[in-house]
Structure formats: C-alpha cells, structure tokens
T-cell receptor, first 113, second 115 residues
Framework: AQSVAQPEDQVNVAEGNPLTVKCTYSVSGNPYLFWYVQYPNRGLQFLLKYITGDNLVKGSYGFEAEFNKSQTSFHLKKPSALVSDSALYFCAVSWGGYQKVTFGTGTKLQVIP | SQTIHQWPATLVQPVGSPLSLECTVEGTSNPNLYWYRQAAGRGLQLLFYSVGIGQISSEVPQNLSASRPQDRQFILSSKKLLLSDSGFYLC??????????????FGPGTRLTVL
C-alpha cells in the first residue's frame, strides 16, 4: 500500500540554525512528492514539489527538498530558520495516474528565538 | 489567477441537524476537487474527490456526502450531523495531470463544531 511517513511529531530549532523536517514514502512506480505548510486556522499552502528531473528542488520562502530514491526520502530543509517558519508541515505523495494525494501526519516546527 | 472560496468560515450546529458546506473555484476549468477533514489540527483525512461533474469518489464510509453540480462547485453535505463530525474542513483543487495528482491549492477552511 502506498504511504508517506513523517517520523517526527515536532522539531525544535534555534533561529538562524539549519532545519530539517523528515519524510519517507512508499509507493509503487514513480512518486510525485510535495511539501505544504499550514499556519494556525488556515488552509495548507504549497511549498515545493518533485515530479522528475533534478533531485534537489527549491521552493518558496527559502525552503528546499532532496529526492533520494534509494532511501525513499524527501526531507525538507532550510539553511537558516526564521521564527516565522514556525508552523505545521505536511509531506504528501501521489502516484501512477491516481488523482488523489496521501498526506503525512504533519510535523510541527518550532523555531526558538 | 485561480482562487478558491469556502463558506462559511465557522459553523456551530446541533447534533442531528443537516450540513451544507460549499466550495467554489475561479479562474480554471475542469479542476480536480477534494474535501478533507482535519481533526485536532493535525493529519488530513481525504473524504471525497471529484475529477468531473457528477463524478464523486468516496474515501471513507460515513454519514457525509458530496456533490459536484457544476464544474467549479463542490458541496459537502450531511442529513444528520454527529459529534464526531466536528473538525476543520478543507476544500482543495488541482489541475488534472496524467501521471498523478498535481499541486493542490487549498481554501481557507470551515471550522465545524457539532454540539
């Protein structure tokens, strides 16, 4: 069965430090991979996606993610965290002709001033 | 540019009452449309999705139903609400893509409280 996992319920990082939010997936075939961010009481906002091509994907607000096929991972990264990055982050996957997306359980990112 | 609207923003309903949440999309044609529920501010549960007018796929058996009467309109309904229907309901659209669902664009959400 296809799935996506976010192993960390919460990630704490000091402002100015690099951040990583982890995501692993399990799909048959080639995955489409996404990261979204959600601020309190708001809808999700798209950050970046990988469909094909360069394994390093750059997105909004200075975020990037690296597609690693051998490790079936798509970790979200940022070189220098801002307090305003504090939010709930979701990894998501779709695949092979299916018009629906499976979301991870979300990781709460807390950037400490 | 494309925009997605949801209403109402908040709703408090008694148990057993009916429900109707509406979602409309502007600026695109033949979008895929989705209804999600988010409980306790965490994981998203896909409830329904639609790839065209009158085409509804249900993901979770429940007392909710969905309809797509027009290309860019998606409605979530219930005849009798349960306490467990409380949550944050999100509508989303995405362009249809051959290989798999593409980027989803979410509405602002409806906070439903069933008392």
């Amino acid at each position: 069965a296809q799935s996506v996992a976010q192993p960390e319920d919460q990630v704490n990082v000091a402002e100015g430090n690099p951040l990583t939010v982890k995501c692993t997936y399990s799909v048959s075939g080639n995955p489409y991979l996404f990261w979204y961010v959600q601020y309190p009481n708001r809808g999700l906002q798209f950050l970046l996606k990988y469909i094909t091509g360069d394994n390093l994907v750059k997105g909004s607000y200075g975020f990037e993610a690296e597609f690693n096929k051998s490790q079936t991972s798509f970790h979200l990264k940022k070189p220098s965290a801002l307090v305003s990055d504090s939010a709930l982050y979701f990894c998501a996957v779709s695949w092979g002709g299916y018009q629906k997306v499976t979301f991870g359980t979300g990781t709460k990112l807390q950037v400490i001033p | 540019s494309q925009t997605i609207h949801q209403w109402p923003a908040t709703l408090v309903q008694p148990v057993g009452s009916p429900l109707s949440l509406e979602c409309t999309v502007e600026g695109t044609s033949n979008p895929n449309l989705y209804w999600y529920r988010q409980a306790a501010g965490r994981g998203l549960q896909l409830l329904f999705y639609s790839v065209g007018i009158g085409q509804i796929s249900s993901e979770v058996p429940q007392n909710l139903s969905a309809s797509r009467p027009q290309d860019r309109q998606f409605i979530l309904s219930s005849k009798k609400l349960l306490l467990s229907d409380s949550g944050f309901y999100l509508c989303a659209w995405s362009p249809w893509a051959n290989g798999g669902a593409d980027t989803q664009y979410f509405g602002p959400g409806t906070r439903l409280t069933v008392l």
